[in-house]
């Protein structure tokens, strides 16, 4: 049975079905504001969070990776600090918009494409990253069965999300945060619609999202060994976990 990252939200779509092209409607449309209102929502923390992130989880030169959901590239840019180029980073997102933005900031390959079916080949990346987009597929069972697929064994995957705190004051803080002023800050700023509606959106996905048992089950079923969830802040959630056998770089 397919599993789904949360229930079907019927405000913004008729059936689970119609969610792909509900989502990628919203990031097109959204997509130039991205960058701005992510940077001030999260206080200007996002490169230097992602950056270290990646160098903590161990990605290095010569490693390949693929960037799944890579949106406008706010992994890939710090991936390529790292690995010194952007020559063996691959970038692959469904939303031609968001792709466009992320063309104009690194030379690497770029794929339009879907999490759940990769249109790469198998065994192929040392590393795989996917940043704050989860919430997004269709199938967590399927996405995790091809992360399994094209990584090679040895090969590394990090998963970075955002988690509803269990605590009751930061829970609400984080309600209130995520669900009022966030999305109110982000039409007042941008002055577009399309951007509030993203930044809602984003809180309802975060809200009813699977708890993070479900993600490190599904990952272990999926075939994926040394599954682990990292929490910083007691905000951000970093799954980890590896494709069994020898590591090649
Ligand atoms: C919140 S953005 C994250 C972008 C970037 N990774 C970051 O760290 O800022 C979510 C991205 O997921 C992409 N996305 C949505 N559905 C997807 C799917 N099924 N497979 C891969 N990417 C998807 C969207 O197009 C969007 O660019």
Not at 43 to 64: D, F, I, N, T, V
Not at 96 to 117: C, D, N, P, T, W
Not at 149 to 171: A, D, M, Q, W, Y
């Amino acid at each position: 049975m397919t599993m789904l990252p949360h229930p079907t939200l019927t405000e913004h779509y008729g059936t689970a079905e119609e969610k792909p092209e509900f989502v990628n409607r919203l990031f097109d449309r959204a997509a130039r504001h991205y960058d701005a209102v992510v940077g001030w929502g999260f206080l200007q923390s996002g490169a230097s969070y992602r950056r270290w992130a990646l160098k903590e989880h161990g990605l290095r030169p010569p490693h390949h990776l693929l960037d799944v959901a890579c949106g406008t590239g706010l992994v890939a840019v710090e991936a390529a600090t790292i690995l010194g180029t952007a020559e063996n980073i691959t970038c692959l997102d469904p939303s031609e918009g968001m792709l466009e933005v992320a063309r104009s900031k690194l030379a690497a390959h770029f794929i339009l494409g879907r999490a759940e079916q990769l249109p790469l080949p198998d065994n192929s990346f040392d590393f795989l990253t996917m940043g704050y987009a989860l919430r997004h597929v269709t199938s967590l069972d399927r996405t995790f069965h091809e992360y399994h697929r094209v990584l090679k064994p040895g090969g590394k995957l990090l998963i970075l999300e955002i988690t509803k705190p269990i605590g009751r004051v930061s829970g609400l803080f984080f309600r209130l945060y995520f669900r009022r002023i966030y999305p109110f800050l982000t039409l007042l700023f941008t002055r577009s619609h399309d951007a509030r509606n993203m930044m809602r959106y984003y809180w309802e996905t975060m809200d009813t999202c699977v708890r993070p048992d479900s993600v490190l089950k599904a990952l272990s079923d999926a075939g994926l060994t040394q599954v682990k969830r990292n929490i910083v802040l007691g905000l951000f959630s970093e799954y980890t976990a590896i494709k069994a056998g020898l590591a090649t770089a």
